[in-house]
């Protein structure tokens, strides 16, 4: 087979729709938190099934709107996954907080076998990771489990927070922009404040009569990114159709390699990735280990899992840029060169 084209890791959607949408927004007169921002909150509410939404500009300030929103402080411990993206766990060392890390899955999710051993008297949350569009339930814990769901777009459970992510390689984008989900009434509201400033957004009065109670953030989302987000909605369930299917045939194909369908693990990784990068094949690792950065002690842990995994997993490229046939041709490649 020869290519066309490189097939990349990562690549952002966008379909005609969705920049018409981005168009028109920057021609009305509001161009920053309005009426498309509460329209996006309300109909991504309605398709994920779940209630009390706060859209944001990033996903990372979701997170830091939950981290807020439990109190979190200085020598506080919170239980995180030791895979995953450095938003998780970079706000919470600018707070002081203690990261316990836990273990993780093949599939490099939370290892929830692991966290109960992690819980002490300090501990005031656990940081679920839904890595990769796989959703990882969380069993019943005596501390409140925050879900970074940045990399999966659908409804969790047990979860005080949810926090999402519409950065440029997820499955929906606005570009960069975050949505934060709350349990409870009480958090909604004192998040809608939150993220603009602790001012009251909603209230008739001019806002030099609005008391601030509470020091906030700018965390507010744009009318811009609301409307793309809008669109990519309308578009949402087939785009996650797709992906399905292309999961399905890295399944059907390469399955034996081990982790999900396009997470493998293999031997002499890195001539593997050489290889495949001459056949315009784009592959990765994602994610650094969060102990091996200077800020959480730079030295590698005694997670068993973790270290087993991290000399063989490898990353596919699985977006809907691609089709059947590009996951035919990384697949015949691996199998060539393995």
Known sequence: MTRSHKIDLFSPFMNEEIRRAAYNALGERIIGQGKKVLEFEKLLAEKLKIQNIVTVNLGTSALELAYHLLGLKARDEVIVPIFTCSA???????????????????????????????????????VNVHLFGKYNKAPRLPVPIIGDAAQYLGKTSGERFTIYSFQATKIITTVDGGALACERKSDYKRAKLLRWYGLDRETKKEHVNVDIKEAGYK????????????????????????RVKLQK??????????????????PDRENIRKKLALKEIETGLVHRRNDLHTIFGGRRLDLPNMNRLEKTL???????????????????????II
């Open 219 to 242: 965390y507010h989302m744009s009318d811009v990114a609301a409307s793309m987000g809008i669109a990519g909605l309308k578009i949402l369930d087939r785009l996650k159709k797709e």
């Open 88 to 126: 998780t766990t970079v706000p919470l060392a600018r707070r002081g907080v203690k990261v316990v890390f836990a273990d993780v899955t093949d599939e490099l999710l939370l290892d929830w076998e692991d966290v109960p051993k992690k819980i002490t008297k300090k501990t005031k949350a656990v």
């Open 249 to 266: 045939r890295y399944k059907e194909l390469i399955g034996g390699l081990g982790g999900s369908p396009y997470l493998i693990h293999v």
């Open 314 to 336: 490898l990353f596919l490229p699985c977006h809907n840029k691609m089709t059947l046939k590009d996951v035919d041709y990384i697949c015949k490649s691996i199998k060539e």
